[in-house]
């Protein structure tokens, strides 16, 4: 089919385009290691910015051990799972977590405990505390099994041995933030529609479409191998980046699928948007400020939507941050779901779509 | 056989009548001039013929196709060389041929091949890395020529394709021209307002001028609707006044001039022969030093039909 052959030679030239590759890969680059360099000064876990509170049932003593998770603040309660449920309903707590009566009693018997949690909705926050909950069991379980063992004769020795060898591996897996860099990622992606609205405009300038438009092809084709040629491009070239920083920098890839879905959702977003400019715009400069303004106009109503650093915005602003499709992309990876954001995705592509296609030999007389 | 055919083409844009009621064929094989000044509608003909642009009335068909109805079959016919430069400038030549073969359905081995053959033809295969921002005007004109010839089309149209290149670029296009309609029977639709390059390249013709058909046929018709005659100048030695009527008296001589050691002649095209000529000067012991027919020059039919210049 000729639409694959011609998606390939727009790939072939885009990579060959040292414009296109730097906007394209070497900004998302840029980007990671740009978080990481801001966020790599500490060796540490980044503190959780959620608010926990811990019920402690257990009738040994390990049950504490845990509460050194860092948290933005800490409940501890004892034998008190109403209050915590409490809180948890007035909202004055993300996650509640209850430490189980025979918490010490199974650690001591090399077994895992199971920490029970409740939350009010599915949410990416609180994975790097139950990592680190996670961890901190491991560490239990491993020092009272070597002690008994007789293999080191005290816990302190374990972190002799942890501080030489293990100390990196540590640092590995928890600095970054992948869900920051994934949203900077979709931003950038978005971003680039001014890019993609620019090379369309040039090549309407450059009669290339008119030329394109004179050959055996339908328009949809040529227009549609262009589209489908960036939408690869994109979402390759932005999923290789993530892949190198999780090699390089270290962070952890949880729910690669979704990532997928929502950097796809982005660039067809993208891509839908300059179809649009263009159509409105002839002026390849204009088209691409009024692209990049749209792009970062959407990103900041999608913030002020989603709360927690611009909480003092008006109420309309926030319901219209909501009409965004980065809202929902990153309420998507926030709360690792697909359902219904996707779909909602999907209806305000579908919207643009149809606001910005048009025939090629419009576009071209025009 | 006519494979292309232009049926009463009627073009407006606003109330603007850019196209009045043009029609014309072309034959398989030929080489057809469209001929007429900046803005007669040259480019728009084109735009129509190649299913660009839509007409307001009239009908084109390619290779037996309707332009309109059944496009992409009409499109397979041809390869379109545009007036202006379509070319991705940011990538070498080689990748610019790959990406307009591969909209022309070549792919894979075949793809390579045409491109090799395209290079070849327009003389780039030394040059087929480097990016085209780099090339010169020539260069690129002759790119522009590749990109439509790699299907090897039965129909090669050529929208004013020399316009600004270099003489070395321009002997290359007509060595082209005439080579792929000599070996591969091309069909070529040669549009231009540069009147000797149609007179070198073309055998038949069809001249406009602000939408409307000025003229149309084979070379030499159109020339013979301005005149039937030609001008023959002699210049030789021992010119008598008996010289001179007895060469009136020949067939086809309309008017006779002596001026110095120069004779005039005003003959009929149809009728003069140049042996009776030749017959008279030998027995009058004259010496020929030159001898040269001048026919109506394109040009100078488009003056007498329009009364303007073509590059006015």
């Known amino acids: ?366 | 056989m006519n494979i292309i055919e232009v049926k009463n083409v009627s073009k407006k844009f606003d109330d603007k009548i850019v196209l009045d009621n043009i029609s014309f064929t072309v034959e398989e094989g030929d080489i057809f001039g469209l001929i007429g000044p900046n803005g007669a509608g040259k480019s728009t003909l084109i735009n129509i013929m190649t299913g660009l642009l839509d007409a307001n009335n009239g009908k084109v068909t390619i290779g037996g196709y309707d332009i309109k109805k059944e496009t992409l079959k009409a499109k397979e016919f041809f390869g379109l060389v545009p007036q202006e430069l379509a070319l991705i400038e940011t990538v070498s030549a080689y990748d610019n041929l790959e990406f307009f073969g591969s909209l022309y359905g070549l792919k894979g081995k075949l793809l390579k091949e045409k491109i090799s053959y395209a290079l070849d033809v327009t003389g780039l295969n030394e040059k087929k890395k480097e990016k085209v921002k780099k090339f010169s005007g020539g260069m690129k004109r002759r790119l522009n020529l590749a990109a439509a010839i790699m299907h090897q089309p039965k129909i090669l149209i050529l929208d004013e394709p020399t316009v600004g290149i270099d003489p070395h670029s321009r002997n290359h296009i007509f060595e082209f021209i005439k080579g792929i309609n000599r070996d591969h029977n091309t069909t070529v639709i040669y549009t231009s307002h540069y009147m000797e390059e149609v007179e070198y390249l073309c055998n038949n013709l069809f001249i406009i001028d602000e939408g409307k058909e000025i003229a149309y046929g084979s070379k030499k018709n159109v020339k013979s609707m301005i005149s039937n005659n030609n001008k023959v100048n002699l210049k030789i030695e021992n010119i008598t006044n008996e010289l001179i009527d007895k060469i009136k008296s020949i067939d086809g001589v309309i008017d006779c001039e002596n001026s110095h050691d120069e004779i005039k002649l005003l003959v009929e095209d149809y009728n003069f022969k140049l042996e009776p000529l030749l017959k008279i000067l030998e027995n009058n012991h004259s010496t020929i030093r030159s001898i040269n027919v001048e026919e109506p020059n394109l040009e100078e039919v488009f003056l007498a039909l329009t009364g303007k210049k073509l590059r006015d």
Do not use: C
Request: net charge neutral; no cysteine.
């Open chain 1, 1 to 366: 089919m000729n639409l694959i052959q011609l998606i390939y030679v727009n790939i072939k030239r885009m990579l060959k385009d040292p414009l296109k590759l730097g906007l394209m890969l070497i900004m998302p680059v840029a980007v990671i290691f740009f978080v990481n360099f801001i966020d790599g000064g500490s060796n540490g876990p980044s503190p959780s910015t959620i608010d926990v509170a811990f019920n402690i049932e257990d009738s040994g003593n390990l049950g504490m051990e845990i509460l050194g998770a860092q948290t933005k603040s800490q409940w501890i309660l004892e034998n008190d799972i109403d209050m915590a449920l409490e809180l948890l309903e007035r909202n004055e707590v993300a996650i509640v977590y209850n430490i189980p009566k025979d918490f010490t009693k199974k650690i001591n018997n090399y077994q895992k405990p199971i920490i029970e949690s409740y939350k009010r909705e599915e949410g990416n926050a609180v994975i790097p505390l139950e990592m680190e909950i996670n961890n901190k069991i491991n560490e239990l379980i491993k020092e009272k099994l070597l002690v008994d063992k007789g293999v080191i004769s005290s816990k302190d020795d374990l972190y002799v041995l942890k501080a030489s060898t293990l100390f990196e591996r540590h640092r590995k897996t928890t600095t970054g933030d992948l869900h920051t860099v994934t949203m900077l990622l979709i931003y950038f992606i978005i971003l680039g529609a001014s890019t993609i609205g620019t090379e369309l405009i040039e090549f309407k300038k450059k009669n290339i479409i008119s030329r394109a438009v004179t050959t055996p092809n339908k328009t949809a084709t040529i227009l549609g191998s262009i589209a489908l040629s960036l939408l690869i491009f994109q979402v390759a070239s932005n999923l290789i980046v993530l892949l190198l920083g999780q090699k390089f920098i270290g962070y952890n890839i949880i729910n690669l699928h979704i990532i997928v879905v929502n950097l796809i959702l982005s660039s067809l977003f993208s891509i839908t948007l300059s179809l649009a400019m263009t159509r409105i715009f002839n002026n390849e400069s204009i088209g691409s400020l009024i692209t990049a303004l749209v792009a970062m106009l959407t990103l900041f109503l999608s913030m002020f939507a989603y709360g927690g650093i611009y909480d003092n915005a008006p109420q309309f602003i926030k319901n219209l941050g909501k009409f965004t499709p980065q809202y929902w992309i990153f309420d998507s990876l926030e709360k690792s779901i697909l359902f219904p954001n996707t779909f909602i995705v999907l209806l305000m592509i579908l919207a643009l779509f149809t606001a910005g296609s048009y025939k090629l030999k419009d576009f071209v007389r025009k």
